[in-house]
């Protein structure tokens, strides 16, 4: 049991009262950010005279050392410390003796794990950023070589009306790009500096705030040390964000396991990126999209449980904010690996042009063409709306497409047809005469493309101006 507190106590905490109250087991995460924090503050206080330069220096030493032996593995983060901070404060007096005890003067531990997590949670805002910027990457290619490749588009899981793969992948570029901007605002919002704000009413040394802030990379310091503490709503958003990135994910990774199924045959998943059946030798399995649809649900878990252990709290901090860690460590590597692994789903993938092409052609996704040539021919929407569909009932009974009607069997509906139907339904033309903003043919598409090229191009994967 080592720990920074003892002298109101006359007893030695339960062992099993210790073991529950410590973070170690997973707060030895942060120790690098404890550390920088650490460094940062006691610049400062040697900057303002309340510790001399050579306590300074002797005190960045130990804390350098600390951290060199951490990341090259001698030195063991173990549990017999309470939390991290415990783990850095014991082990800097164990290496440079009484000065190390200085470090934590004019300081808490709940401003200290307030920046921890800051910095931290920092940190993987940028990572989630380029992260959808590398899945972005790899849409943008495969947008550009299939801005003719047609399939069918659906609503209520029916064909609805033909698209092509650019366009079908562009709705997912949005979805990814929007995640993009809402790690942006992010870091922003979250780019202010608690430290100094003690334990809650800041403190009676005259610490320089700004400095601090400015040394560890803040915008500058927060404004109210109540609420800098206590404030873990940059937790909340980060993890209502990853997991809308969880749900566009899985949404995507739902689309994939439909499209590779023996059903659709609109893809192809790389062996690499695919899994066998021990039972079944001719299976091929689309595992890492379902687990990545999973694993959804523990990123949404993270956010409810974090909501939830914030609801009730008074100001300012209650042990119960050590719960902040856990959920958003695994919400974190579960988003890093899930965008990692499918990125390069999505890369290797193959699709099968052919069976999306023949798709679009049967399931009448040309009906509202018909519609839109009578339309252009004089007729009423509504009354072409309704011919259109004897046509699909007549060609259903007789197991054929409207392409396959001859024009006496479009004329008995319609005196308006004539024989330019045969090119105004052809899937070519349905597509590309889609032309509005945002739509599927070829000018729009093209148009559409360059904007999302120039776009990945100005913006660089977890760079935030
Ligand atoms: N392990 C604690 C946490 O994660 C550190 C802050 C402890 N502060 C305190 N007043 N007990 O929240």
Redesign the pocket.
């Known amino acids: 049991m080592a720990q920074l507190w003892g002298g109101r106590f006359t007893k030695q905490t339960d062992q099993e009262v210790y073991e529950f109250n410590a ?1 170690i087991l997973f ?1 030895k995460r942060l120790y690098r950010q404890d550390i920088e924090g650490s460094m940062a503050h006691v610049k400062m206080l040697a900057r303002q005279g309340i510790l001399t330069r050579e306590e300074c220096e002797k005190i960045l030493d130990g804390l350098e050392g600390i951290l060199g032996d951490v990341e090259n593995g001698t030195l063991a983060i173990t549990p017999e410390y ?2 991290i ?1 415990s783990f850095v404060e014991a082990n800097l007096i164990g290496r440079i003796g009484d000065v190390g005890k200085k470090l934590h003067t004019g300081r ?3 401003d ?2 307030a920046l921890d997590m800051r910095m931290y949670v920092r940190e993987a805002v940028r990572t989630t950023d380029g992260l959808l910027h590398d899945l972005l990457v790899v849409l943008q290619r495969i947008m550009e070589e299939n801005i003719d490749t047609f399939m069918p588009g659906f609503t209520h899981l029916q064909k609805a009306q033909p698209v092509t793969l650019a366009h079908h992948l562009g709705a997912y570029f949005e979805m990814f790009r929007r995640d993009r901007s809402r790690m942006k605002d992010i870091y922003h919002r979250m780019n202010e500096c608690p430290l100094g704000a003690g ?1 809650l009413a800041g403190t009676t040394y005259p610490l320089d705030r700004a400095y601090t802030a400015q040394l560890l990379g803040f915008d500058g310091p927060t404004r109210n040390s109540m609420d800098s503490v206590s404030d873990r709503d940059y937790v909340i958003e980060y993890l209502s964000a990853l997991s809308v990135i969880m749900m566009h994910l899985s949404r995507f990774s739902e689309e994939i396991i439909l499209w590779n199924s023996n059903e659709y045959g609109f893809v192809e998943l790389d062996d690499a990126f695919s899994t066998g059946s021990s039972i079944m030798p001719q299976k091929k399995n689309p595992d890492i999209a379902e687990l990545v649809r999973g694993k959804t649900g523990r990123v949404y878990g993270a956010l409810t449980g974090m909501l939830t252990t914030m609801k009730g709290l008074p100001l300012a ?1 209650n ?1 119960d ?2 719960e ?2 856990e959920g958003v460590f695994d919400a974190i590597d579960t988003v890093t690996s899930c965008l990692r692994l499918f990125t390069g789903m999505v890369s290797t993938m193959k699709f099968n042009r052919g069976a999306m092409e023949a798709s679009a052609r049967n399931g009448f996704t040309n009906a509202t063409d018909v519609a839109d040539y009578l339309v252009n021919h004089g007729v009423p929407f509504r009354d072409a709306h309704g011919i259109s569909g004897r046509l699909v009932l007549k060609c259903i009974a007789e197991d054929k497409a409207l392409d396959d009607l001859t024009l006496e069997e479009f004329r008995e509906e319609s005196e308006a047809f004539g024989e330019d139907i045969y090119e105004a339904i052809s899937m070519k033309t349905c597509v590309e005469k889609r032309l509005t903003q945002g739509a599927p043919g070829q000018e729009a598409m093209r148009r559409a493309i360059a904007e999302s090229r120039a776009y990945l191009e100005r913006t660089q994967g977890g760079k935030f101006d």
């Open positions: 973070s707060d309470e939390d901070h808490s531990r709940n200290q794990v334990a901090y042990k904010m050590q902040d860690k």
